[in-house]
């Protein structure tokens, strides 16, 4: 949360997944029918995203081999005006909801007083605008994999 790079990080994970047009949704969810849900988050205190997705278990290899794809083109830079635009409006639409919610308003204030960072909405959204492509792919370059897991169940007749 303290660190330059959170804001580069931020929209990363927008253009990754957190958004309908976002990388996971359109190449996982829509062009290759794998998931029936995919998106990505971020923990801005701890620097760890994560990717989830349904998917059924005979797509598993072709599911993690194409979220890992969408990951290397944010790495390579393979981010359109486009996805980064709507991803910066998204986030700013985002934070804009944030005021009418006075849970998120707390959520966001205890991040700050806990990192000894309290950002106004304006400020935050100021941070996002500036964010540029070279920004969030140098820190998508960071990104590392870590876990990948399962959950799977069975399935029976009753």
Known sequence: ??????????VCNAILG???HSKLFVN??????????????????KGIMTVNAGIDDS?????????????QAIQHGEISDQEL????????????????NPA???DRNLLGLVHNKLRSSQEVINEIKQ??????????????LDTIYSLQGTRGDS
Do not use: C, T, W
């Open 18 to 20: 957190a958004f309908p």
């Open 104 to 106: 998120s308003l707390i």
């Open 85 to 100: 635009g709507r991803s910066i409006k998204g986030l700013v639409s985002g934070i804009h909801s944030m005021e009418d």
């Open 131 to 144: 964010v540029k492509k070279e920004q969030v792919q140098a820190v998508a370059n960071d990104i590392q």
């Open 59 to 71: 797509e598993y290899d072709k599911a993690v081999q194409i979220i890992g794809e969408q990951v």
């Open 28 to 45: 996982v969810r829509e062009r290759e029918s794998l998931a029936y849900y995919v998106g990505s988050s971020l923990d801005g205190s």
């Open 1 to 10: 949360y303290g660190d330059e790079n959170y804001y580069p990080l931020v």
